[in-house]
Each structure stands twice: as structure tokens, then as C-alpha cells.
């Protein structure tokens, strides 16, 4: 494990959960996916760690993520990165994302209401993406603004099941994927339904 993933696992206990939700703070608490309106979910815990620790953030990482959601996800890569750029669909829950961020004094987050699925090329290539959203196939949009040496997590496979791959581009271009779990998130809508 790097120093800096040592790093993020106590941090990421002591992130409040509840924080990030308007409803069900009572269930913040749980190790499972919280709803939080317009058929979005809140990740459970261990699994958006997984992820997290999975990408191998480093301190001068740009960090793409799509699907802010209510801004979980979002806080604990912007705590161990250089930027993060991240984008959301959802008026609703990117305008509370992004107040809940900025009263948190996160100020290395770039917020985008937007469709995510083939990326937010303006400010590629990135280090990392994170997806939280699963694709039917991997879009190759992503994968050209994924920097060399880059690594991406993304859900990819049908509406009720996923592989949660871990995808990583070579020296020379070249793609390595590992799946990493089965997982079950909501679609990532758009181009790759």
C-alpha cells in the first residue's frame, strides 16, 4: 500500500456520511447504498474506499470524476489530489454537491452540470477517472483523455450487473484492464447506456 493510501483510510473514517445527505441520515451509518433522490444513490462506504484506494491517487494528481451525486465520492479525491474536475447531470443534486464542497473548503474541485458519459475534454488529459455510474461498454472517449500512465475505474455491464474494472494506459497507449468486483450502480446515461 503507498504512504498515501495509508493516509486516506483514517481520513476516510472520519468522513461524515451524513453530511453528504439531505435524507436517511440515519442510515449514514450503514455499509450500503443510501438513496438520495432522482433514482441516484449515496455509495456504500467500503466500496467507494475500494475504489478510491484502487486508483493509487497521488498529491499531483488531476482527478476526472463522473457522477458528483451528493459529493462523497468527490470530497475524499479532492482531499488527496492536486484538482478535481467533476461532473453531474442532475441540477438539483450538483447545486447541493457543490455547496455541501465549498462549505467543507475543498477549493481544488471544478464543478460541470453536464452530461459525463463521453468525458469533459477541455481539461484533458487527466491522471485518474473515477466513473460511479456503469457503462454498457467502456467509452472510448474516456480512454483517449486518460493520460499515459493514467488509471480509471469504471462499472461496466448491463443494468443489473457489473464488473468494476480497474483500467490502466501504458507507456506506449496500450490498455491493461483487471476487474476488480461485481458491483451493481446506477446507469451512466448518456452515449453508453
Do not use: C
Not at 477549493?107 to 477541455?122: A, C, M, P, R, Y
Amino acid at each position: 500500500m503507498t504512504n498515501q493510501n495509508q493516509e486516506i483510510i483514517p481520513y476516510f473514517e472520519k468522513l461524515d456520511r451524513g453530511f453528504f445527505m439531505d435524507t436517511h441520515k440515519e442510515f449514514a451509518y450503514l455499509d450500503e447504498a443510501i438513496p438520495i433522490g432522482h433514482d441516484q444513490t449515496i455509495s456504500q462506504p467500503s466500496l467507494v474506499l475500494e475504489m478510491t484506494l484502487a486508483l493509487n491517487l497521488q498529491p499531483q494528481s488531476k482527478v476526472f470524476e463522473i457522477g458528483t451525486g451528493s459529493g462523497f465520492q468527490t470530497a475524499l479525491l479532492a482531499a488527496f489530489s492536486d484538482s478535481v474536475y467533476t461532473i453531474e447531470r442532475i441540477e438539483s443534486l450538483y447545486i447541493r454537491a457543490k455547496k455541501r464542497l465549498k462549505e467543507a473548503d475543498f477549493v481544488n474541485i471544478h464543478f460541470k452540470l453536464d452530461d459525463g458519459s463521453t468525458g469533459w475534454e477541455e481539461h484533458a488529459p487527466y491522471d485518474r477517472i473515477m466513473v460511479t455510474a456503469a457503462a454498457a461498454q467502456i467509452p472510448p472517449e474516456l480512454i483517449d483523455q486518460l493520460a499515459i500512465g493514467g488509471k480509471m475505474i469504471i462499472p461496466v455491464g448491463t443494468p443489473f450487473l457489473q464488473e468494476l474494472l480497474l483500467i490502466e494506459k501504458n507507456e506506449d497507449g496500450g490498455i491493461h484492464t483487471e476487474v476488480l468486483n461485481e458491483v451493481r450502480f446506477v446507469p451512466l446515461k448518456g452515449k453508453y447506456e
